[in-house]
């Protein structure tokens, strides 16, 4: 297991399975992580969405320290420790549809991360859109490869907002998702599928817009926690 930082409170964790083969999953799927004692018996688990692409060789999390029962020991944690893998598990994947659009609120980017770097991967064709609400700058998970995605691939748009600062030099949108905020971006919502991922209060926010805008009930996917 190797572990690096990008933004406050949050830690990136990458699991290389000792078999050496990542257990195939689908973009958008999430996975137990088990905390193991000294035995190898799991004294603790939790659901974590994969952030990386399924041809990754390795299974990537985004996990917000919240210092609760599984976040404060991960915090313990170090490059080289053993954590245990159950799944995948969810039914909010992606399968290659070629309009997608993503709201992503905090953490929820990781499912999101997991479908983009797949669609790169695969160098997909088609609009994928997504809407990403976080507090401020500093807390843009996976910031620079957002960047580098949208170069890459020119269906890929990152639309980010920030939610409690807005400051002079930014260029991106500011304030909470709202229906103006996806019609300005993307006029024709309801021509596309969605996907849904952060706190709750966020998720039922969004699906308010986009039945405003007309989007059919069966074109989305909703998952929230946090
Ligand atoms: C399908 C699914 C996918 C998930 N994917 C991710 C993911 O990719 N990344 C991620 O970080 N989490 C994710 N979670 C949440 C994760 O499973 C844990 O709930 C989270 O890490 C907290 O666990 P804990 O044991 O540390 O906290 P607990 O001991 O369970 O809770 C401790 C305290 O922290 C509060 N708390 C818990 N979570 C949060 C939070 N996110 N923000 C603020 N306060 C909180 C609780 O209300 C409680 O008061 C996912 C949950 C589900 C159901």
Redesign the pocket.
Known sequence: MSVDSTVPDVRIFRLIPLSGKVPAFLPGQ?MFLHLLDASGASV?R????V?SSPSSPYVE????M???????RLALTKAGDILGLEGPA?HMVYRGESRAAFVAG??GI?PFMSMLRSVSDKNLQGRFLLFYSTRDRNHIVFSEELQELQKKHPGIKAVITLTREAPGDWHGECGRISHEMISKHLPDAKEFDWWVCGPPGLVKAVRECLARLSVEPKKLKL?G??
Do not use: L
């Not at 939790?46 to 969405?49: A, K, L, T, V």
């Not at 919240?66 to 404060?72: F, H, K, L, R, S």
């Open positions: 999430f603790i939790r659901p974590y969405s952030a999390f985004a996990i917000d919240v210092g609760g029962q599984m976040t404060g969810g905090g953490t990781s998952e926690w946090g």
